[in-house]
Structures are given as C-alpha cells and as structure tokens.
C-alpha cells in the first residue's frame, strides 16, 4: 500500500489528467444518453407495441462487447475513428437501455385513475405529463439514468484502447508491462467514480424533491464539464498522431517515435495501447493516426494476405509495394527483428530435454499451451505452426492478454507461451526460447508505416521518422522491455533514455 500511495503522489500529474478524461466520458455519455431516452421512453409509453421492439433492439446492442463494439464503430464515417468521438458513442449506446427502459416503464406505472382524475380536471396531455406522469415516475427514471451511469464509468476504461484515455490507460498499461501498481491506479479511482455516481444519484432519486435535486445536479454537471473543457491545454491544430499496439514493445517504440518528433519541433499527440494489427492499421489507414511501428512478417501475412516468406528483403519489398496501393508509406526498419517466439520455463525444458519446437512433438498431448487470441486466427499463427511440425496439442490453447502470458507461464498455469523474441521478461524472469528448427516464422523486421497523406501535411516527417533507422537492434529493444516489464519504468522514461544516448 506505501508503494501504491507513493505512486499515487509521484504520478499525480497524469492521473489527474485521466481522472479528467474519464470524467468527460461519462458525464457526456450519460448526458446525451438521458436526452436521447427520456424522450424517447416517453414517446415509448405510448405505444407498446413500439417500445417492444425497440427495447429489444437496445438489448441486443447492449449484448455487445465492449471492445467488439468499438471495432466496428471506426470505420463508420462521422461516428467512428480513433478516440473520443467513438468512446461517447459507444458509451450512449450502452446507456440507453436502462434509461429507455425505466422510462417507459415509470410511465405506463402511473395509476390509471389518477389520469383519469387529471383528465376530468380538464388537464391537457402536456399537462398531465409534466404536472402528473413525470412527478410520479421521475424516481424510476431516475433509477435508470443511476444504472446507466454506473455502467459508463466501468465501460469507460475500456475505451482507452482506441485511444480516448482515461483510466484504463493506466490499467491497459499494467496488463502489458504486469504491473500491479499501474492497474490499481487505474482500477481504484474508477471504482471509487462508480461509488460517488451512485452516491449523488441515489441521495437525489431519494430526496423530498427528486425533480429539483435532479436539476441541481445536472447544471452541476454541466458547468464541471465546462470547467474541464476550458481548463484543457491549447494544443496545436495539426499534431502528428503516434499510435501503437497494446503490449510492452509497441508502446515505448511509439513513446520513441514521438519524443523523436517532439525534439524535432514536432507537436505530437500519442495514441497508444490501441489494441491489435488491424485496428492500428484501419486507424493509419484512416487518417486516425499518421504514424505506427508495424513489423514486416505481420504486414505481408496479416494485412496483405500474402504467403509467409524468409527473405527480410524481399518481404520488405512485397510490403512496401502493397502498402502503397494503400496509401501507405512504409519507412526504414529501425534495425530488430521481433519474430514470435515459443517460449517454456527453463528447469521444464532441460527436464524434457526440448530445445527446438520441433522437440515439442512427443509432449504436445499434455502441454498446456497460452496465447493472445490473434496468434489462433493469424496466417503465420497457430494453424500454420502445427501444419508445419506435425504435431498438435491435445489440450485447447488458452487465450489471454499479452502481458499476462509470462506471469502465467512463471506460477506454473501453463507450459508453453507464444510470446516475441525481444520480450525483455524472458532474461528476467530465466525463460527460454525453443530454435525455430523447420524456419515457420517469417522475418518481422519492425518498421514504421506512415499515412501518405500524412507526409503531405506535416513536411519533413518521412526524414524525422527514418532519422530512428538502424538505431534499435534486439539486444538494446530486449533491454527497454526488460526495463518497462522487469523494472516497472514508464515507457516515456526508458524512450527518452534511449534517444538521449542514440541520437544525443
């Protein structure tokens, strides 16, 4: 707990910033939610049959996973993309239903008679709604907005990985690097949000006035949004947006890549963690972001459906070409190769005596095997890698966040990870890496790719990307990972490290 709290005052700054951020997510969200479903559910009430299937409808929608629900929002125009646009319409969408359906239902619970008494008083419909209906169901409603709310705040943290921030940010980052402090950072403040939202919606759906509590608390919200808008720091109109995947090595290459472009006068905006090969390269390709690190084993099988092939050079060639027709321009390798990697615990494979993975054969029928979803569905991935060795594992893979394979290989929960050959927890926590005897895996010489229309708008920045060629070999990215993973150091710190000494 000293080290938490010693973390907690040492990052104040930033944690600040994505308590703001988070803030702004579900304040809007929530907002836009109740001003789209209270009306509606009003509306709703009215005609059942309606509410019916559009209840139904916000149900399935709610049935999405969060992460499945924003990839396929970003590639929508105008509501989709990289960062908060998307986040707060995912958001809506998620809080709708319980606003929708507290509504509609607050509404059709109103006493028949006490309409009846309304209308005999000569109360117009408007009348009865404002003056009768809304009083009476406001504490269901109310009910609703709490639900959706609470649910925002959780969701929220999901949206740090297409770039919208906020504290999953921080619990993102402890995934990748197994950094527990990171993810408490995260996971205790967002807790403690849902704790308070609840809080001040139950004190006002409870209080002797809920209509005039509710008011008070919304103009409340709205100024604090205000406030936080105008307190943001001016940024300039067209920053260079670095992006990245969502483990270790990604992220500081992206933190390298940017402090490199800030040294050069560059204004930068990072948008790292975000997430897999093809939401990276939909982002790039969109214009979300204008540069990323990609290796060039991935880029030929994963993007171009190429077939694998061990030639550096020509699979540098085939990707630049087919990168291009893609409005893509793909830079100089920054000089290490990030092939995959199986990986064991030293003492079990000297025991079994497997060095090559081709010794894996006669203990495939009992290894228990873990992976990062992407590496089943890959064309240089699993179906592949067993094709190749002949042998398969009788025991289902299982499927987990990159940054949790090792300490799951290290407690002994699995036996064998696929992991990356410059992962800097291999040497820290005394793994080793079976020989890739039969050749599967293609070379992944890791290089930038950079939106064409990107190098038109920021002059210079194909030559301030291409300054990092050459400058990274595997020892030195095995080190900065070890440093990120091992030692639990920002990224930022361990990339303006490296620079400082690289490129002084």
Request: with cysteine; proline share 6%; charged share 15%.
């Amino acid at each position: 707990m000293t080290g938490l709290t010693g973390f907690f005052l040492e990052r104040r700054a930033e944690l600040l910033l994505l308590i703001r951020q988070h803030v702004l997510l579900v304040f809007v969200s929530a907002g836009i939610a109740s001003a789209v479903g209270i009306p509606l559910g009003i509306a709703l009430a009215r005609r059942p049959a309606l509410a019916r299937a559009v209840l139904a409808v916000a149900s399935v929608a709610q049935t999405i996973p969060s992460l499945a629900l924003f990839g396929f929002l970003i590639p929508i125009p105008y509501l989709g993309g990289i960062g908060v646009r998307t986040a707060v319409v995912a958001l809506v969408l998620y809080a709708l239903l319980p606003i929708l359906r507290n509504t509609c239902t607050g509404i059709q619970q109103v006493d028949p008679a006490v309409r009846e008494a309304a209308t005999a008083m000569g109360m117009t419909p408007l009348q009865q709604l404002r003056l009768v209906e809304l009083p009476l169901a406001l504490p269901v409603i109310l009910a609703g907005v709490r639900v959706a709310t609470v649910l925002a705040v959780g969701t929220a943290t999901i949206a740090a990985a297409i770039g919208a921030g906020g504290l999953g940010t921080y619990v993102f980052r402890g995934l990748a690097t197994v950094d527990t402090r990171l993810i408490l950072a995260g996971a205790i403040p967002a807790a403690a949000l849902a704790l308070i939202a609840d809080g001040l919606l139950g004190a006002v759906q409870r209080s002797a006035r809920p209509a005039r509590a509710a008011a008070a608390l919304a103009t409340a919200a709205v100024a604090a949004v205000g406030l936080m808008l105008v307190a943001r720091p001016a940024t300039p109109s067209r920053p260079v947006v670095v992006g990245s995947k969502n483990f270790t090595e990604q992220v500081v290459l992206g933190e390298i890549v940017a402090a490199r472009l800030e040294r050069l006068g560059y204004p930068v905006d990072r948008r790292l963690n975000l997430g897999g090969t093809s939401l990276c390269h939909t982002a790039v390709r969109e214009g979300q972001i204008d540069v990323y690190v990609e290796y060039s084993g991935t880029a030929l099988t994963d993007i171009l459906k190429q077939p694998a092939a061990t030639d550096p050079a020509a699979v540098l060639r085939t990707v630049r070409d087919g990168y291009a027709a893609l409005g893509l321009h793909v830079g100089s390798p920054l000089g290490f190769n990030n092939t995959f990697a199986l990986v064991m615990r030293r003492a079990d494979a000297e025991a079994k005596g497997i060095r090559r993975i081709s010794d894996l054969a006669p203990h495939a029928g009992t290894l228990r095997v873990g992976l990062f979803g992407e590496f089943l569905e890959r064309p240089d991935g699993m179906p592949g890698l067993v094709r190749t060795y002949g042998f398969r594992f009788a025991i289902p893979p299982r499927e987990m966040d990159l940054g949790l394979l090792y300490s799951a290989l290290a407690q002994g929960q699995v036996d064998l990870v696929v992991g990356s050959a410059t992962d800097g927890l291999i040497s820290a926590l005394s793994l080793v890496v079976l020989e890739d005897d039969r050749r599967y895996f293609p070379p992944y010489d890791a290089v930038p790719v950079l939106n064409a229309a990107s190098l038109a708008r920021h002059p210079g920045l194909r030559e301030a990307v291409d300054s990092l060629a050459g400058r990274i070999d595997e020892a030195t990215m095995r080190r900065m990972n070890n440093a990120v993973d091992g030692e639990h150091r920002s990224p930022a710190v361990v990339a303006r490290e490296f620079l400082a000494k690289a490129l002084p």
